[in-house]
């Protein structure tokens, strides 16, 4: 885990802020998902790939270390920083007029003349345009015909650095050449150095990452970028209740005026075409077209947008007194993801505040499968907040708050969905979950995925706090028996059975990770994880007599025992257990325990200087978890 800086409430201190993450030319495109791209999404699809499948035969190598590696997603990665000119190329030597859209992240560069970039018209393998990120922090437009003869066609500067993803995008129509770097044109001019060509990715004397790989048949067009998991844009801090993501390049500019204030007029709601975008404000209309001068609502761009494409809610409040359901088969594909995001430097809140508490009062109710979810936050529902009953869906940067059951839960869809078609291979990642609390203050949880989840299901660099109940819930019944195996990893979870204005419930569990239930033997893994301050458990079995994987965890001043696991064949590897302000048990852990832990026996060991201080937290760039202690960041 990295750090930024927040500081929650400890114990009785209430002083809490948040990271908001605000709009910037450099707003970065994420994972995993086809990208939506702008007015050139009419056009035809050539080619698109984001590696999850591995490295196609259809790519063809040309110098360096090349490999799919995960970094949140599977990615192409070339790790040698000092190969000369090494590519990968796809695609058609015939290709004509064509956008090539990819996400960059450098990783190290290895001279000062280093780049890393991508290739489009590569007549040969050294004749190409090239649009590259410098080690100068320059983005780079060039027409390449050899090493001793490249023209400069534009350039731009950017900042680019290690460690960040980029969103490039070079267009190719005619003689026409432009590039665009997270939407900032970078260059444009004429030349007729290639009038066909395959597409290239390359590095030169630098190590990098590229993903989500994307080429339509028309050049030109607005530069853009959706939302896909895992490649989050840098925010800017500011104070804030809670954390507000900044989601990649939008699709087209931001307008210089806000949402009109009356309704748009109304009309016969038009099917979209696949890789289309929609927008949807407050004060839309469901009838209405889904531009920006003319909004939809929500429930109504849910049954519009085609696979590949994006919805996009504008900020603001938007109150519904119904479930929003996406339904079950209302999906997009491994390759074409539907993307319901917040737009670019905007929070859009989803309030279900009318509701009543019920069970089948929940707010968002995500039924489809391949949706990816991005920065919205949903909150007071009279049921879970966001409840995801489909299969391989992204739920990234979320807030749920104050909901009357579990803030996001991961269950089957209707009482009748066969075990076969439980939800599977979802990703919860960067999200926070808090104030959840339902009247009897024993099943408000932050996150679950219990019941009845099938395999698959990660939750990665999460925040659970202040729940009524427990901060995860991985539940387990004897009527449905065993869920399929969860990973909890690099998350974090305090403060669990108070409320962040104070509130307790005497029913509520408490524990930080609860992972299990009914005696019924599922082998979860929670590893890299924290939990802090809760007010029972930080990591309990609660009766799972699994194999759990269970390591380096740290759990500091739980109420009773920070480790508690009665019974069971648990592994437990390089876990760190210490108190400093609560009294407790001695921890509990049955099963493979080596001397890798440290565990609570009545002292503190070696490793608990680390923990000492103050809890911190906060998102990183690139929505990896940061947490400090007394100002020092650590890495469990």
Known sequence: MRLASHTPRRYREHRRWYVLGLASGLAAVTAAAVLGLGSAALAATLFSDNFESGLSSTWSKSGGTWAVASDGSQVLRESSSTSDLAREFNG???WTDYSLQVSVKPLAFGSSDSLVGISARTSSASRFYRLALLTSGQAVLQAYAGSTSVTTLGSASIGAGTGTWYTLRLDVTGTTVTGYVNGQQVGSATSTLASSGRIGLQTYHASGEFDNVAVTSSGGGTPSGSPSPTRTASPSPTPSHSTSPTPPAS????????????PPPTSPPPTSPPGTTLYVAPNGSDGAAGTQSAPTTLTSAITRIGSGGTIYLRGGTYNFSQTVTI???NSGTSNARKTLSA??????????????????????????????????????????????GGSNNIIERVVTRGNHDTGLQISRATSDTPQSQWPSNNLVVSSESYDNADSGGENADGFAAKLTAGPGNVFRYDVSHNNIDDGWDLYTKTVTGPIGPVTIEYSLSYDQGTLTDGTQADNGDRNGFKLGGDDIPVNNIAQHDIAY???????????????????????????????SFDEGTSVFRNNTSCRFDVDGSNDRTV???DSSNQFWTGTNGSRCATYSG???WSFASDGHLVVTFGGRVVNP
């Open 533 to 563: 301050h809760n007010g029972k458990h930080g990591f309990t079995y609660n009766s799972n007599p699994g194999t759990l994987s269970i390591s380096n965890d740290v759990s500091i001043d739980n109420a009773d025992r920070n480790f």
């Open 343 to 388: 737009y670019p430097g905007e929070a859009p809140v989803l309030n279900f505040s009318a509701m009543a508490e019920a069970d089948a009062n929940r707010g968002l109710a995500l039924n489809g499968s391949y949706w990816h979810v991005y920065g919205i936050t949903v909150q007071d529902a009279g049921d879970n907040g966001i409840f995801v």
């Open 591 to 593: 099963g493979d325990a």
């Open 251 to 262: 699709s087209s500019p931001p307008p210089t005026s806000p949402p009109p204030t009356s």
């Open 92 to 94: 058609s030597t015939s």
């Open 614 to 616: 103050a809890l911190g």
């Open 327 to 329: 339904a079950t088969g």
